[in-house]
């Protein structure tokens, strides 16, 4: 059975750095694609970044480009998202996804930026 665990939201203050996790099992993690994607209030989903299990390209939307980075550790399963220069335009639930046969969420991690 395909399953993401995320964790590592929380609170940060403008400016500051975050760090994301997603764990991933049942399935070969070299041979798919991991993507975060975030929610905020009164808002729809949107991908934020992208990481090729196979070959490790990474994609980035304009908006966290530069501030943001995907990274994965192969032997641990784990997808990883840097957030660094925290905005308050930053905060949302966060989602890491995958693509099987079907698209399989993770249950989401709340990130708030705030003074």
């Known amino acids: 059975e395909v399953q993401l665990q995320a964790s590592g939201g929380g609170l940060e203050q403008p400016g500051g750095s975050l760090r994301l996790s997603c764990t991933a099992s049942?399935?070969?993690?070299?041979?798919?694609?991991i993507a975060w994607f975030r929610q905020a209030p009164g808002k729809e989903r949107e991908g934020v970044s992208c990481?090729?299990?196979?070959?490790?390209?990474?994609t980035y939307p304009d908006s966290v480009k530069g501030r943001f980075t995907i990274s994965a550790d192969n032997a641990k399963n784990t997808v990883y998202l840097q957030m660094d220069s925290l905005e308050p335009e930053d905060t949302a639930v966060y989602y890491c996804?995958?693509?099987?046969?079907?698209?399989?969420w993770g249950q989401g991690t709340l990130v708030t930026v705030s003074s």
């Open positions: 049942g399935f070969s993690f070299d041979d798919y694609s």
């Open positions: 996804h995958t693509y099987v046969s079907r698209d399989y």
């Open positions: 990481i090729n299990g196979n070959d490790g390209s990474t």
